[in-house]
T-cell receptor, first 112, second 114 residues
Framework: AQSVTQPDIHITVSEGASLELRCNYSYGATPYLFWYVQSPGQGLQLLLK??????LVQGIKGFEAEFKRSQSSFNLRKPSVHWSDAAEYFCAVNGGTYKYIFGTGTRLKVLA | KAGVTQTPRYLIKTRGQQVTLSCSPISGHRSVSWYQQTPGQGLQFLFE???????NKGNFPGRFSGRQFSNSRSEMNVSTLELGDSALYLCASSLSPGGTDEQYFGPGTRLTVT
């Protein structure tokens, strides 16, 4: 069965520091992979997605993610975090079965 | 173009009542998915509709149902509400089903069951 694991429930970084949010998935083949961000009281916004091809994917707001098949991972990174990046981040997979599976989310706190 | 809209944004109901939530997708999008978000369970897939047909359903009891109209607007209904149904219900639309197209999420409906 498909599953997504985000091992870090909370992460705190200082503004200007680099960020890496972890995501591991379980799926028989290469699924479609996504990262979404949710600000308080808001719906989810897509940051980036991976379907195939180049394993380093660029997204909006300066985020990028790298797909590593050998590690079944799709970690999200940002070189320099801004205070406005404080939000909850969700990794999701879809194996083409009309159903998304979301991770439990990582809540990011940014210190000024 | 306008985003996904959900109505109402907030709702308070009593146990045993039923509730209907509405979702209007982005113009031109024919696929609508519903999710339940709670602090304990995270985001869980409820069902997806495309061209008025339910394409897939998550692991929720039959009290949760939905439908889609010819204009792609969708409604979900929860009957015999339980306290555990308190959650943020998110709707997402996409051009087509299957997960290859980006899903655009609405702001959600916050349901509180007392």
């Amino acid at each position: 069965a498909q599953s997504v694991t985000q091992p870090d429930i909370h992460i705190t970084v200082s503004e200007g520091a680099s960020l890496e949010l972890r995501c591991n998935y379980s799926y028989g083949a290469t699924p479609y992979l996504f990262w979404y961000v949710q600000s308080p009281g808001q719906g989810l916004q897509l940051l980036l997605k991976y379907f195939s091809g180049d394993t380093l994917v660029q997204g909006i707001k300066g985020f990028e993610a790298e797909f590593k098949r050998s590690q079944s991972s799709f970690n999200l990174r940002k070189p320099s975090v801004h205070w406005s990046d404080a939000a909850e981040y969700f990794c999701a997979v879809n194996g083409g079965t009309y159903k998304y599976i979301f991770g439990t989310g990582t809540r990011l706190k940014v210190l000024a | 173009k306008a985003g996904v809209t959900q109505t109402p944004r907030y709702l308070i109901k009593t146990r045993g009542q039923q509730v209907t939530l509405s979702c209007s997708p982005i113009s031109g999008h024919r696929s609508v998915s519903w999710y339940q978000q709670t602090p304990g369970q995270g985001l869980q897939f409820l069902f997806e509709y495309f061209s008025e047909t339910q394409r897939n359903k998550g692991n929720f009891p039959g009290r949760f149902s939905g439908r889609q109209f010819s204009n792609s607007r969708s409604e979900m209904n929860v009957s015999t509400l339980e306290l555990g149904d308190s959650a943020l219900y998110l709707c997402a639309s996409s051009l087509s089903p299957g997960g290859t197209d980006e899903q655009y999420f609405g702001p959600g409906t916050r349901l509180t069951v007392t």
